[in-house]
C-alpha cells in the first residue's frame, strides 16, 4: 500500500492575510465612513422634509386662518352696515316717537289745563253761592243779636205806660215771628217725611220682587283687541250686590238675543226726540260750553239705529 505524506504550510496564505488586512480595514473604514455619510444625508434630508412639511403646514394654516378673517371681516362690515342702518332707523324713530310725545304731552296738558280751570271755577262758583249764604246768615245774625239785646227803657212818669206797652207790642211781634217761622220748620218737615215715605217702599228687605231698571246698549269698537264688542250702561245700584246681579241678568238674558236684533235707521221724529233729551241732560249737568259743544258734536256724528223686531 502506497504512503503518502503532505506537508500543508499555512505561512504564504498567512503572508497574504497580513497583506490583506490593511485592505480589509481600509474597506471597513470605508464602509463604516459611507454608514456615517448615508446616516447624515438620511438625517439632513429627513431634517429638510420635516422644514418642507412644517413650512407647508404652517402655511395651508395660515392661509386658512387667512381665509376665516377674511371671510368674518366681511361678515361684520356687513353686519357693522346693517347695524348703522338700523341705527339710523331708530333715530329716526326715536325722533318721530319724541315728537309725537311732545304733541301728545301739549294737547293733553293744554286739555288738563282747561279742565283744571273749569273746576276751579264751578269750585268758585260753589263757594260763592255757599259765602253769599253765609255773609247773609252772618249780617242777619249780627243784626239779631243787636237787637235781641236787653233794653231798659228809662223815660218821665208820665210816658212810663206808652212805653211799656210799646216793648210789649215789640215782643209779641218777635214772638209771634218766631212761633210762624217754628211752624213753617214742622210743616216743611211734615212735607218731606211724606214724600220720603212716598218715594221709600213698605216691604221689607227680605222679601221678593222685580226690579226694572232701565239699561243702554253700546256697540263699540275695543280699545285692546279693536274687534267690535257689545256693552252696556245701567244706573249705578245703592249696593254692590244688586250691580252682580243686574249684570247677570242682563248677560244670560240679552246678550244671547243680541244676533237676533234686526235693526233699521230711526226717523226723524225719533232722533230729535232722542237729541232733545241729550240736550236736557247736558243743560242739567251744568257743564261748560266747551264739553257740551262736544257731546252734541258726538251725537251728531254718530250713527244710530232703532230695533226693528227680534227674530225668534
Known sequence: ???FEFTVDTREMADGLYSVAPHVDGATGAVISMQTAVIM????AAEDICRNVNRGF?????????QKIAISRSQVEARLLELRDQSLKLSSVKTTMQRDFQMIAARYTK?????????LSRIHETDTKLLDLV?????????????????VPVHQMESVSSSQRIAASNTRSRASAAIGAMSRFIQESNQQDSLAASILSGEKADADGMLLLPFALVDCDSLQTRQRQW???????????IGQQVKGA???SVFPVLSQIQWREPDAAERE???????DLVDRAKLNERVRGHLIRMYSAARSLAISEVRS
Open 1 to 3: 500500500m502506497a504512503d
Open 111 to 119: 286739555l288738563f289745563r282747561s279742565l283744571d280751570a273749569a273746576l
Open 250 to 252: 242682563v248677560e244670560r
Open 41 to 44: 444625508a438620511e438625517r439632513h
Open 58 to 66: 404652517f402655511s395651508l394654516i395660515r392661509s386658512q386662518i387667512s
Open 231 to 241: 256693552s252696556y250702561h245701567t244706573p249705578p245700584p245703592p249696593v254692590p250686590e
Open 135 to 151: 255773609n247773609k246768615d252772618a249780617a242777619r245774625s249780627r243784626g239779631r243779636t243787636r237787637v235781641l239785646q236787653a233794653s
Open 273 to 279: 226726540n232722542v237729541a232733545r233729551c241729550l240736550r
